[in-house]
T-cell receptor, first 113, second 112 residues
């Protein structure tokens, strides 16, 4: 199993550009989520999904969209990038919502100029 | 809303000593609490889970305690090694059980 994969590893955007961060898992996990990690702020939840077709907002959802058309994929879309969205983004999955072990991807480092 | 505090941002110890990290939480009491390890430039990796009815859990050189009265978990690494240097995160679910909330982490440095 590849586990949780994320692409790209690193991206530079200009303010106002849009982009999609890709996340995929091959463990047949129902639950997937996106976090951002900033110095001094820890991991903060952006959006999560408890299954295909179901998504919900986390702590910091503004400026981000998600969809979950398949069990495997959970892309995160930045609609109009802002410098405040410069961060490291982690995708995670779990067998079910409230499951005991969360698996994380390697992260995407995003710089918005 | 649920809050988690990890008291120390950084902890420096010598090789062979025991490292003790603290995690405090407020509001409701979770059914279980988790600890993760994160190395620079990588995603967090699950280490241990302790349930509310377990006072202590061990895995090799790791030991976790869970005091639901104090709303506190302690994470111990015995006979620490330089390879244990990393950031350690505690985490628990929100009351709805839909979101895993993380503390800001404690960065442990073990010097030889």
């Amino acid at each position: 199993n590849a586990g949780v994969t994320q692409t790209p590893k690193f991206q530079v955007l200009k303010t106002g550009q849009s982009m999609t961060l890709q996340c995929a898992q091959d463990m047949n996990h129902e639950y997937m989520s996106w976090y951002r990690q900033d110095p001094g702020m820890g991991l903060r939840l952006i959006h999560y999904s408890v299954g295909a077709g179901i998504t919900d907002q986390g702590e910091v959802p503004n400026g981000y969209n998600v969809s979950r058309s398949t069990t495997e994929d959970f892309p995160l879309r930045l609609l109009s990038a802002a410098p405040s969205q410069t961060s490291v983004y982690f995708c995670a999955s779990n067998i079910i919502v409230g499951g005991e072990t969360q698996y994380f991807g390697p992260g995407t480092r995003l710089l918005v100029l | 809303s649920q809050k988690i505090e990890q008291n120390s941002e950084a902890l420096n110890i010598q090789e062979g000593k025991t490292a003790t990290l603290t995690c405090n939480y407020t509001n409701y009491s979770p059914a279980y609490l988790q600890w993760y390890r994160q190395d620079p430039g990588r995603g967090p990796v699950f280490l241990l889970l302790i349930r509310e009815n377990e006072k202590e859990k061990r895995k090799e050189r790791l030991k976790v305690t869970f005091d639901t009265t104090l709303k506190q978990s302690l994470f111990h690494i015995t006979a620490s090694q330089p390879a244990d240097s990393a950031t350690y995160l505690c985490a628990l679910y929100n009351q709805a059980g839909t979101a895993l909330i993380f503390g800001k982490g404690t960065t442990l440095s073990v010097s030889s």
